[in-house]
């Protein structure tokens, strides 16, 4: 009878082990999905150019020579190629650019800021170009994936999965239905929480990530009760096995 008892109770600790298993639901991305064929726009995102930026500007037109003003080039050994300036964004949201000066760049973005230089220097050059890059894109990624970080990105347009596919993407003890983002915008900082099991996900303001912005993929209920293991638990353990199978074998 004894015994019985025995093996009931281990079947219920089975059962217990069994169900407490993470859900798919907490494991699988977009869970929600029907598994119908959906076509959704995509959103047309752009990255604004914020205070502390760091932009390339090239300068070019049908008469190269008349370019030359509007593009400088850092002093540089005579063995090595000549390397273009970088403009620093500055707290007023200001570049000081060659012959034009102060030029407003606050919240517009690269292809708005190529615009409205290009119609300024139709005075200048003839049939201007002009080519605006945001050099210093980056975004980090921290907490429950396999190479956290801090990631420069040529790409401007950087969705979030992008970001935790450079990362590695999360582990299995990342919560997947509550990854928050921080951004920073117009000296305000915001917290998102983000549900990577829900495909609205790709329909959010958020899913294209801004330069700056940072991931963090908060671990789950058995990363942080791993984290309280002592040193001393596997003798626990180990010693609990021993007691438990001698007591079967004084039961039989």
């Known amino acids: 009878m004894r015994k019985l008892r025995v093996q009931y109770f281990a079947i219920i600790g089975a059962i217990l082990l069994l169900n407490s298993c993470a859900s798919p639901k907490t494991v699988v991305y ?11 726009n995509l959103l047309d995102y752009q990255p604004r150019i914020q205070p502390g930026d760091e932009l390339t500007i090239n300068v070019s ?29 500055t707290a007023e949201g200001f570049v000081n650019f060659p012959v034009l000066g102060k030029i407003k760049v606050n919240g517009s973005t690269t292809q708005g800021i190529s615009d409205k230089l290009s119609e300024l220097l139709v005075t200048y050059i003839k049939d ?83 330069q700056n912005d940072v991931l963090y993929v908060e671990p789950n209920k058995t990363a942080v009760n791993s984290s309280r293991v002592g040193a001393n638990t596997a003798v626990i353990v180990s010693s609990i096995s021993i007691l438990i199978s001698l007591v079967a074998i004084l039961l039989r």
């Open 61 to 89: 037109g049908l008469n190269q020579e008349s370019a030359i003003p509007f593009n400088l080039y850092e002093v540089a050994n005579t063995n090595s190629n000549p390397k273009p300036i970088t403009y620093i964004v």
């Open 128 to 210: 201007p170009i002009v080519n605006v890059r945001l050099v210093n894109f980056k975004v980090a990624i921290l907490g429950e994936v396999e190479r956290p970080g801090t990631y420069s990105l040529t790409n401007e347009r950087v969705s979030i999965l992008d970001a935790l596919g450079l990362a590695g993407d999360l582990t299995i003890h990342g919560k997947r239905d509550n990854v928050l983002l921080i951004r920073e915008k117009n000296n305000n900082r915001t917290f998102i929480k983000i549900d990577l099991t829900d495909t609205k996900l790709f329909n959010s303001p958020y899913f294209y990530l801004a």
């Open 30 to 40: 977009f869970w929600d999905d029907d598994g119908q064929i959906k076509n959704e």
